[in-house]
């Protein structure tokens, strides 16, 4: 499955809620501050997920960040944007390259014509690489999934074999189920690439309004963007923030430690993160330092100790920071060392031998 979206990648891992299989995605529209509106998407029981889209409007302009992957979602908000009397929408930031929060550019597109897309290189870099063949190809193997998944909860195993729990069971009935509803409802997503690229810092002025578009380095991804609005001091964090647990697919723990380290700096009274509910302090923000802090430091010792991967990955489970951060909930136990740990650990093996990391 990793050759498919990342919005699936969950999928390899297994679900993190096992929910009735007639669950849809939605969002909440939140007031965050004067003049920014955030649609904060509900928590997915499986691995078709949606990002956290934020409107930031000033007396000219609208500026929005990110634009989900549900192609009837983004036009009911861009319904709720027009509703509300916000000027129009001038640009769209995306946070990176992640299908989840990108994959509906093209209905923006389509409701402003004078759209200004705007990407790091590198999130325009792997967005084509990821997604340029999504309708000749990806499409195809997405909808042959379900019928997958479908036959494993049939036969109690996968395709390789693997007895499944009848709580993994559960978990691909629900994940056949979504992706049969993203079938039906957004069929026409689709990759774009954007209109302009940036590396460092851009400001846009909305009019009475200028917003700061920066690239404080490399965290969750290559290309990370968040977006500071000094007016209100509201960070738009993309996916260098989720929550509850974090994602850690791709990811650069020294340069993510140093990143956090950057927003902070700027004092933000709120913060949006690319999936979870809006922040009014940066206490996850240190949370989330101190447990890349620790990875960090766990892998660097077994390293020098001559650990292997396959032991690591055995041996280091961090369990004051499962608590912290997923409590007692076997859902989000299961997301901590599922989106967390199990792809998190892999990425400080590589930093702490000099070796590539994965995209």
């Known amino acids: 499955m990793r050759s498919l979206p990342c919005f699936l990648c969950a999928l ?3 679900t993190a809620h096992a929910q009735p299989s007639d669950w849809q995605q939605d969002y909440r529209k939140v007031d965050v501050a004067e003049g920014v509106i955030s649609f904060i998407a509900n928590d997915s029981p499986g691995g078709v997920v949606q990002g956290n889209v934020t ?13 989900g992957q549900y192609p009837g979602l983004a036009r009911r908000m861009i319904e709720e944007i027009r509703a509300s009397g916000a000027p129009p929408v001038r640009y769209l930031v995306n946070t990176h ?3 989840d929060h990108l994959m509906s550019n093209f209905v923006f597109q389509q409701a402003y014509p004078e759209l200004v897309v705007i990407q790091h290189a590198e999130t325009a870099r792997m967005g084509a690489k990821t997604y340029a063949d ?7 193997e997405l909808k042959a999934y379900p019928a997958k998944l479908d036959k494993a909860v049939a036969t109690g195993k996968t395709s390789k074999g693997v007895v499944l729990t009848e709580d993994q069971r559960e978990s691909f009935r629900v994940d056949s189920a979504l992706i049969k509803h993203w079938l039906a409802t957004s069929s026409d997503t689709r990759w774009d690439a954007p209109d302009e690229t940036i590396t460092e810092t851009a400001t846009f002025d909305l009019g009475g309004r200028s917003v700061a578009v920066r690239h404080f380095g490399k965290a969750n991804t290559t290309g990370d963007l968040v977006v500071w ?3 209100t001091k509201t960070l738009v964090a993309g996916d260098v923030v989720v929550a509850p647990t974090p994602y850690s ?12 380290a950057a927003m902070r700096a ?7 993160p690319g999936h979870g509910e809006v922040m009014s302090d940066d206490s996850y923000l240190q949370q989330l330092s101190a447990l890349l802090t620790e990875t960090r430091t766990q892998v660097r010792k077994a390293v020098a100790d001559g650990r292997t991967l396959e032991q690591m990955q055995k041996e280091i489970t961090l369990p004051d920071f499962e608590k912290q951060f997923a409590g007692s909930d ?16 892999p990425q400080a093996y590589k930093e702490a031998k000099g070796e590539p990391r994965s995209e």
């Open 12 to 14: 390899v891992l297994g």
């Open 55 to 67: 409107l930031i409007s000033g007396k000219r302009y609208s500026l929005v960040v990110d634009s």
């Open 97 to 99: 390259w992640h299908g």
């Open 134 to 140: 999504w309708a000749t190809k990806q499409m195809d």
């Open 229 to 231: 609005d000094a007016n």
């Open 249 to 260: 697919f791709g990811s650069y723990h020294s340069e993510w430690i140093e990143v956090l």
């Open 266 to 272: 700027l004092e933000p009274a709120r913060i949006v």
């Open 330 to 345: 076997p859902a989000r136990i299961r997301a901590f060392r599922g989106f967390y740990l199990e792809p998190g650990i």
